[in-house]
């Protein structure tokens, strides 16, 4: 199988996080936290290790501050229900997932917050002054994909993290296609909440993921009880990171995660960008040969995370997905991406669109056999 769908979950997995995790699971996979026996310890300190080394890697000062969740979205929702009251503004973009959308849209219909979405252009660009301009008095947070997963392409987020702190407002970023694929600092960024999956581009196994929260900002738990600690008290831990880390983490999970960040450290993320980027541009010249064919997002290659999505006229996204997998063994995404505004300014509405993601472990070889797949097909049309 050639897999081609890393901007859903990466795969394969680097064999040291496997090995991580089978580690876990037959030495130590104690209840961290619940107990002060060795394999309670030793679960806690790897889980502990996993919260520095996401620290180290996007400038977190403080590692209490790193909350483990299950995914992206549970860290968007957590960061959002959390933290916006009655009343407040928010200023966002066409480009959201639903994970941002629909927990917004949700504070909206139940709390009356209002939302700013500012366009984007049909290659899924953003003028950041759309941002500077949707200000209002009441704004309290800007929320901002970090990278498009439809179009891939990416925000500035020195400008509007400098934008927000001028102002006084939260900058919650959504770097479920960045994290592990570009450098993001949240201190220099001046980002206040940044959300992030385990099971992308940081390696990790699936049902991983980490919001980042400011230690000024003080975020309503989205649920409580089952920390561990205090048991005589009714109330939930105002510490860091039990207020918001409630039941059993995913330990064997983020035994997994830690070894997928070291991986990509010893790699470097530089490096890994430069070879999604081949790959990526290679695949951009395969599939600009074809009339028939329209790709979505930026033409600047450095504007793009390794992401990209295209039309063919005639033939349904679905269906091209399912020709790819039963008589190539390629797995792409197709259909709808989860980001309707997207779609909308992409003019991909109607037609949907098909994905193409590369990851550290895709070849050329691979991307050759893709293409001559796609050569085959429209020939066949
Ligand atoms: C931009 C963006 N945000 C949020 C999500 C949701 O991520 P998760 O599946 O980790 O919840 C995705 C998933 O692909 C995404 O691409």
Redesign the pocket.
Known sequence: MIYLDN???SFPKPPEVINAMMECMKEYAGNPGRGSHALANQAARVIFQARQEIAKLFGIAHAEDVIFT???????NLAIQGFLKPGDHVITTM??????RRPLEYMKRKYQIEITYVSVDSKGLMNPQDIYSALKGNTKMIVA?H???LTGSIIDLHSIGEFAGKHGICFLV?A??TAGVLDIDVHEMNIQML?A?G??SLYGPQGT?FLYVHPSIELEPLMYGGTGGNSESIDQPKVRPDRYESGTRNTVGIAGLLAGIQFIQKKGIANIRDHELQLTRKILHGLNQYERIKILGPDQLSLRAPVVSFVIDGLDSTELGFILDKYYQIAVRTGL???PLAHKASGSSDTGAARVSVGFFNTEEEIDIFLYAISEILKEM
């Open positions: 901007a859903a979950s299950q995914n992206t979205t549970e860290s968007l480009l959201e997932h639903n994970s941002v994909s990278a498009s997963n959504d479920a296609q959300a999956p099971h992308k993921g991406h989860c980001t």
